[in-house]
């Protein structure tokens, strides 16, 4: 390729609202721009590091047997209602109606719909199968950001693996398991798996690879003892053993005027957090719910959501909390609520001589024994686990990181099976539902993983793996027939080398060519020059280190492919 | 690939409600399965054949020197509001309010977005450029149908040049004329060049490519003689001179009761076709206008729409008829009509003595001539070509044929420029727009076309070029351990080869191997049965043909080689 005659609009200045170093760098060195919030247009070198990236994956997905397909981007309602999916996919499914009125979803995922080509299968012996596609994926996402990182609309690899049983699942399971750790190895990007929600997905178990990072909106909670790792919305930690006092024979109220806050009633009454129920309200597929959770704990509200399999799920309106309660925030309880669900973090298990509110303003309850005094319908982990606590595995402190999210797999189950209908004549001859996993990767948030771990002050730092090309050689004199000449040759040897290579023949300063380079991030740069003439030698810069020797011509293409073949 | 891996679904029987070659036989040898009306999956072996269409089409783009980019499908209703296809669209185009209500587009057509990216070409020195894209697009269309041959739902290859003038455009539009008649003669498409409308894109030209083929839904017009092509939308024919007699001082009104069609007129009351003046009623753009044609002549809907530049054009609804006309379809007439428009064929330029209605029921004019009597305010083109006419060209007759549309190629001119404000510094260093064209072909129609031109009773016969396999071979009796051991010998010898092949390694019966291998279409199949065993030589049989010799298997990838070779 020639660099005059590609488009790579490299901008001069760092763009405006542009935070994270892949936003930042993508957009300034050529690759993206944005149409409108979350939606972008890929550049001709974007579109070479996507190919390079999708060729990775699908050489994995090869590997372990998968097939591909490609399944349409809009979906019928009825499918994804048939799943429950349709109303629980809340605001972030677009959806609309075409010209007859009919229901249309854009497609997030494709569990509904590869399952409908599932019900073809009719025999055990037809199993394992492991689908996957590159395809659009839509979401409205609340807060689209950082570029490729969250968009709302966006090329997903998803796979789906038909099972007859719990053991071929694990089977297939761990197939993709092992072929995400192979491709993210490949693309140059350290993810590490997680134990992970599933959220909507269903499912019984899930797995998240996570590429840590300070531009992530994940957080993972890991333990560098012994390898430990969760997201935080799925992480627990072992809590020391508080010792309470027994307490009274019964709650009694005090009076706490002013006091609204965990804070205020520790500091006043001498109630330290960890003596305190703190109740949050939540409103739960329409239900008014109590949430307890010791004073000096956070709620995680996907542990929440995750427990109570909610479909929707909102912090109350304190008009809601006081027409339900008669108290505003800061003076709730559950003692002597028998009318609403409660449910109440498992660090709340057994305790006694507790803190909390009387559902009176300004009116708090002391000697409270959890169980005794309060109506908790059900028990779960519902905290968040902070950075210093310990690990569960092996009581060493947990540390909390920030991460991208750039893979996840799911045991799905039977749920999209038994709603579907996807059975095969088992070995016995009786028809029973198939066993579903789902797995997928974002195909231009790894692009942004990748720059997010190879970037720096000079620009993008691309592994050769998915570099829009492995070789830039620059014309330092353009003006200059006979630099020109050699420059020509050297791309066309390189090239017929079967080396991706672009030659920078714009008639450009060679300061302003070198610059383009480093920004776009090529791995190797030939520099074809004044001393290349006279002394029959190229400079070979490694854009990862910067650094230069001089390699006889004669020599070049051999050098060239060592250089590949050592960074491969 | 292994047969026994691959999910091939067949199906033993033809599909109900597939009457197209391509739709019934695409359903039935296991490459694509309907979702809902107008929208497939495409199964493993459809996106194999895929691939290498795309391959194909993008090396010749890249021949071309154009670049890949890919843009979103989801649009910003504002951008297509400014060059007035928000509107202008209709029904056609998906819409739908994301989370916030902002109105959104799922593109039909890149040309506003592909603009926008233009905006930041600031040079004559840029240009020309060409972009091109591999792409969703969605369209309502009101009646998919033939399966992959429309869909609300394909991937477009589309490309859009941006050029200094007119004469570069001619060069833009011309490289990609050559590239799309290279590619649809790689991809075993008859293609030819014909004159087009340019619809809802505007411009000054187009050009269509046209597969001849029963399963199409245009007409192309065109003459054995001359060469002329053109799709009736578009296409004219001579008409032999009418000598018309004088006719009287003024038309004369005269009861025809019962007489309501064009031939009751001319059966009864001696008026042939040729001497009446049809009159239709048209909305157009919300206002009735008559539309005058001859009385033998058909109107070409198209045609008026490209006369008028209408948005939205449907027949008035007998209602409205009678309320602007005071009489009934049947007994319509031009004379004396001032308040509406009134456009007219040019066959009816000059003529007299023509019978037309007089807008009462039961009562028609005669001796009318048209120009006196008719208040034409536009002249045009409007007619349908019928075959056995004159050849506008060398008055050869006309033949019309129905063809499947495979790409469609438009000089826009400045109509998105100047709408988005896509200029560039010209030589003088005054702003200029640039002057754009664009070009499409349909991925998924493509490969019906392909089909609709290459099967026979027992199924596809894939050109090689995009055959999912070159190459199948079947092991006739896999219950046989020394047949299956050649069988797999043979198929790792071709695969070390790189040939792409599969190896039907199923239990399973010979003939239903080799329906399977036909009904899918694999140009060659090599049996490994008995006789190889003992007498070392397999049967190579070749799809197209049915032709079937003993290959020695010393001799084999030779000969595999050969063979790809000379249908390469």
């Not at 060729?55 to 397909?69: D, L, N, T, Y």
């Not at 720096?456 to 630099?483: M, N, R, Y």
């Not at 001089?550 to 070049?556: E, H, I, P």
């Amino acid at each position: 390729m020639r660099w005059s005659q590609m488009h790579i609009p490299t901008l001069r200045e760092d763009p405006a609202d542009a935070d994270a170093p892949s936003h930042r760098l993508l957009l300034r060195a050529g690759y993206i721009r944005q149409l409108m919030a979350g939606h972008y247009s890929l550049l001709p070198i974007a579109v070479l590091v996507r190919s390079r990236v999708v060729a990775i994956i699908r050489e994995e997905m090869a590997r372990i047997g998968s097939q591909e397909f490609i399944l349409p981007a809009m979906h019928p309602a009825e499918i994804w209602q048939r799943t429950g999916r349709w109303e629980g996919m809340g605001q972030e499914m677009f959806r609309l109606r075409d010209r007859k009125g009919a229901d249309i979803a854009l497609g997030m995922t494709h569990e509904e719909i590869f399952t409908t080509l599932a019900l073809e299968l009719s025999s055990y012996k037809q199993l394992p199968q492991m689908w996957y596609q590159f395809q659009t994926k839509f979401r409205d996402e609340p807060r689209p950001k950082a570029g490729l990182m969250r968009t709302r609309e966006f090329t997903m690899k998803d796979s789906y693996s038909f099972d007859l049983d719990a053991s071929g699942l694990d089977t297939s399971f761990d197939k993709h398991h092992d072929a995400y750790v192979r491709i993210f190895q490949r693309l140059g990007i350290p993810a590490i798996p997680v134990e992970a929600s599933s959220g909507s997905m269903g499912g019984s178990a899930s797995t998240e690879f996570m590429c840590p990072s300070e531009a992530g909106e994940d957080f993972v909670v890991h333990c560098t003892s012994c390898g430990y790792a969760a997201n935080v919305e799925k992480a627990t930690s072992r809590l020391p053993v508080v010792t309470d006092a027994p307490g009274l024979q019964a709650p009694e109220r005090f009076d706490t005027p002013g006091a609204r806050t965990i804070a205020d009633l520790a500091e006043r009454y001498d109630a330290p957090g960890e003596r305190q129920v703190k109740t949050l309200v939540y409103v739960v597929d329409g239900k008014l719910t109590l949430v307890l959770l010791r004073g000096d704990h956070a709620l995680m509200e996907q542990k929440l959501n995750d427990a109570l399999a909610a479909r929707e799920l909102r912090p109350a309106h304190p008009e809601e909390i006081r027409e339900a309660l008669g108290a505003s925030p800061g003076s709730l309880g559950g003692v002597g609520v028998t009318d609403l669900p409660i449910i109440a973090d498992e660090a709340l298990r057994g305790r006694t001589d507790m803190f909390t509110g009387a559902n009176t303003d300004d009116v708090h309850l002391r000697g409270v024994s959890v169980e005794r005094d309060i109506t908790v319908g059900r028990w779960a982990d519902l905290r968040e686990v902070a950075a210093g606590e310990e690990c569960p595995t092996c009581a060493e402190p947990l540390q909390v990181q920030r991460a991208i999210e750039v893979g996840h797999i799911f045991k799905l189950g039977y749920k999209y099976a038994e709603a579907l209908g996807a059975n095969v004549l088992g070995p016995d001859g009786n028809r029973i539902p198939v066993i579903m996993g789902s797995y997928g990767i974002g195909v231009e948030r790894a692009m942004a993983a990748i720059v997010e771990g190879h970037h720096d002050d000079k620009g993008i730092v691309w592994p050769l793996s998915v570099a829009p090309f492995a070789v830039a050689v620059v014309i330092a004199q353009p003006k200059d027939e006979q630099t020109v000449a050699l420059g020509e040759q050297v791309y066309e040897q390189l090239r017929a080398a079967g080396v991706d290579v672009i030659v920078d023949d714009r008639n450009e300063r060679p300061g302003v060519k070198f610059r383009d380079v480093e920004l776009v991030g090529i791995p190797f740069r030939i520099t074809v020059g004044k001393k290349a003439l006279s002394e029959g030698a190229v400079e070979f810069t490694e854009r990862a280190t910067g650094e230069t020797r001089a390699v006889a011509c004669a020599d070049l293409v051999e050098e060239v492919r060592k250089a590949i073949t050592s960074h491969g």
